[in-house]
Nanobody, 114 residues
Framework: QVQLVESGGGLVQAGGSLRLSCAAS????????MGWYRQAPGKQRELVAA???????NYADSVKGRFTISRDDAENTVYLQMNSLKPGDTAVYYC????????WGQGTQVTVSS
């Protein structure tokens, strides 16, 4: 089973940018779709963005135009470029297949200050 490790989170001011990475322990080439999810304190985990093997993407309405998901199958890595960050984007960000399958990783904390 492929294990996923998220990185790239941090503390940033509103309007700033971060790039998250999700490194897989094995090949993601045959995984149809990968997704980035987030969970804010007291809220349910939600899908932020997803990318299919053919690079078709979809985004939550709250991040459209600000976030970009991409995948590098040769490097077994999925990225999430986050621009124009808002305090409401503060959460722990996770990657997984889409729909999610298997255990969740430790995630990476993103904190956006106002």
């Amino acid at each position: 089973q492929v294990q996923l490790v998220e990185s790239g989170g941090g503390l940033v001011q509103a309007g700033g940018s971060l790039r998250l990475s999700c490194a897989a322990s094995g090949s993601i080439f045959n995984i149809n779709a990968m997704g980035w999810y987030r969970q804010a304190p007291g809220k349910q985990r939600e899908l932020v963005a997803a990318i299919a093997r053919g690079s078709a993407t979809n985004y939550a309405d709250s991040v459209k135009g600000r976030f970009t998901i991409s995948r590098d199958d040769a490097e077994n890595t999925v990225y999430l470029q986050m621009n124009s960050l808002k305090p409401g984007d503060t959460a722990v960000y996770y990657c997984n297949t889409h729909p999610p399958f298997g255990p969740w990783g430790q995630g990476t904390q993103v904190t956006v200050s106002s």
